[in-house]
């Protein structure tokens, strides 16, 4: 561990006589002077002392109720904030370097050392002097024992591991965090004995090798190939040695040391558990794909100062890996709607003199790879038509690529097949989720066909998809998705939101009396209408079977909610619209007409009052559009939009 060793090293320095110089006390900020060196576990006067300094200079937070005096895991990383400010290694470890900063300046007068002395057990570079008046950090690495000829003893505990599943193939997995503290003397951890297990598979089938690291610096100690010649049999159990490093624990604070486990690419079956991980269904297999990896009895192993050798750890440190087979192996792909997927609405065909709109995107959905990078390889989707017009043709996209094309049956189905590994566009990252939209054909929609197409697609998981891994087998498919019907248009008119409804509210009187209060809520919807293949006519709001709701009630055509429920007795629902410019008034004043393939946005608000509102949000919803030919030959209604959230507005 690097300490940068100011106060002290310039304190040996003056007591040989080396150099003088005057530091600037940054103890005076907090009345104490630091003896000892902290870590995470250390209690008492100098914790608080630590912690009231750091809040002070805003590095730590105490929560509210947490009484300071204990070295946790906040005053770690307000410690490791605070060496990081002033260039000290962040260890989160208060020692020699820390403390020093702690109890000294790095400002003064100072003469060139004569002579340097590092402590026992470090490795150091002597101060630096810049310009005669400043002293730099310096810095050190404990390399070995800062106690000589002082005996201590070590305790032997479990810290914990991050995930207790492994899968055939990782690489430096934790399987056991062995955590030991040192008490009045410094000790050098050199061994350490794991025991494996009374099975010969956990070594032969399941873990290729162990390591030991250090967790705080990911420093590797030393690794063990498991095999028959570095496992040995120890009565009913296998047990592996680890040695040949050493590793520091200063005295009064804990390290810990993490064992890692590489494991084989390929495992079989009977050493794994079965399908409980997520792998493809199937029947499980009998292995339990369970193995405990422990301390041997007294098999951790450290020298004190003394040069005495202390024993810790037995086999109730210990953790249990349960073992599945390969991500790839159990690479699952998740199915669903893309949020973009085309809502329901109604749209026109693009050509009205074929009747035709070719490459209609019906919906997307998404495919999210999990465990392996997954690439799609048949793809069926239902093409469901109750209307007029046919549907001859269907394509996969994803984004602008073009990944495949289908005809679509007599049954409405589409499929696409065989794409190939690597064909661009249908390629899923692990771990991603990746948008494929579906266009198709639609004709036979001229200006003499009344009634639209209604076309509805879905695709619904593994009986619809087939997506491969990237070894091309087959991974879980879960979900499915089904998209929003649309309607589509030879002739009529097309109805879309130009930007997003509103709603306002304001007092329009006071009852001080009552204590109650007359609020006015308007909405407005911005609708933009397009007439396809004939002219469109719209009843203002004085004719009834008017476009948006007649002017005393607008119940059939727009409905309020409060607080997400639907209000069915509100009355006095008011509308207001009038002729937009570019349309055509009809000679007796009550509608406008929209000319063949002519678009324009109609403002429409509606307006109700409530007394002494109840508590909650109103919003109301666009449930209807009446509307007739420009001949008047009769009425029809687009309702479409009703129950769509897009059509409604905020809640207010």
Known sequence: MKKALIASLAASALAIGSFAMTIGSANAATGYTFTGYLSVGSTGAEVVALQSWLVSQGFLTMPAGVAEGYFGSLTKAAVVAYQTSVGLPNTGYVGPLTVAKLNAGVTGTAMAPTGFACPTGWTCTAPAITGGTTVTTTTGTQTGITTPGVQGIISVTQGPVSTSVANAGQSNVPILDVRVQAQYSDVSVQSMQLVLGSSTAVYNFVYSSVSLVDPSTGAVLTTVPLNNSTVVQNGSNYVVGLAGFSFIVPKGTYKDLVVEANLYNQINTQYTSGCTLGCQTGTPTAGTGAYTVSVANLGVRAVDGAGVNLYGGDLSINQTM?????????????????????????????????????????????????????????????????????????????????????????????????????????????????????????????????????????????????????????????GGAIANTQNVFGQGPVFALSGTPTITNTVVSNNTTAGTSTIKYIATFNINATAIGEGVAFGLPSVVNNAFGSSSTATSSAAVYLGGVLQQNLTGLQVGYSQPTNTTLSSDGNYFILAQNQSVTIPVTYSFLVNGPTAGQYAVQLTGINWSTASFTGTSSATFMRGQTAWRTPSL
């Open 322 to 478: 349960i073992i599945g087979q390969s991500l790839i192996t159990s690479a699952q792909a998740n199915v669903s709607l893309d949020g973009s997927s085309p809502l329901q609405g109604s749209v026109g065909v693009t050509n009205t003199t074929q009747g035709q709109y070719l490459g209609l995107p019906v919906m997307v959905f998404d495919v999210n790879a999990n465990g392996d990078t997954l690439h799609l390889h048949s793809v069926t989707v239902h093409i469901a038509n109750s209307g007029s017009g046919t549907v001859g043709a269907a394509y996969l996209y994803q984004g602008s690529t073009p990944i495949s094309s289908a005809s679509v049956n007599t049954s409405g189905v589409a499929t696409f097949l065989n794409i190939s590994d690597g064909t661009p566009g249908a390629s899923i990252p692990v771990n991603t989720t990746v948008p494929f939209t579906v266009k198709v054909d639609v004709s036979g929609l001229t200006s003499t066909v009344t009634s639209p197409a209604i076309i509805t697609a879905s695709t619904t998981g593994s009986a619809d998809l087939s997506i491969y891994t990237s070894i091309d087998s087959n991974a879980s498919i879960s």
